[in-house]
């Protein structure tokens, strides 16, 4: 059965930090890139950040670039996002998905790919940053 579980959501003030995860099982991690995407409320889910297990390639969407960093371990077939100098447009739902890596680049996966397209999807884990 595969499964992504996301932890590390949680409430903090403007300009803290979180750390979160996505572990995954039941498929071939290497093989798989994982993305991480956000739905703000009222908004369209969005992507984040994605990275490639296979190089460890990593693409950010604009707003975050510079204070998100995303990681990948395969001895623990987790994907880690360190948040850092959060803000409160950075409140939502975040969801980690994962995609067979056969994309061009992870600007691909992360903007190009139609959801419904992504091969698995996580519960999500809400992050709520206050001012």
């Known amino acids: 059965e595969v499964q992504l579980v996301e932890s590390g959501g949680g409430l903090v003030q403007v300009g803290g930090s979180l750390r979160l995860s996505c572990t995954a099982s039941?498929?071939?991690?290497?093989?798989?890139?994982i993305g991480w995407f956000r739905q703000a409320p009222g908004k369209e889910r969005e992507g984040v950040s994605c990275v490639a297990n296979s190089d460890g390639s990593t693409y950010y969407e604009h707003s975050v670039k510079g204070r998100f960093t995303a990681s990948s371990d395969r001895a623990k077939n987790t994907v880690y996002l360190q948040m850092n100098s959060l803000k409160p447009e950075d409140t939502g739902i975040y969801y980690c998905a994962a995609k067979w890596d056969i994309l061009a680049t992870m600007k691909t996966f992360c903007v190009d790919t139609p959801h419904h397209d992504i091969d698995y999807w996580g519960k999500g884990t809400p992050v709520t940053v206050s001012s």
């Open positions: 039941g498929f071939t991690f290497e093989d798989y890139a």
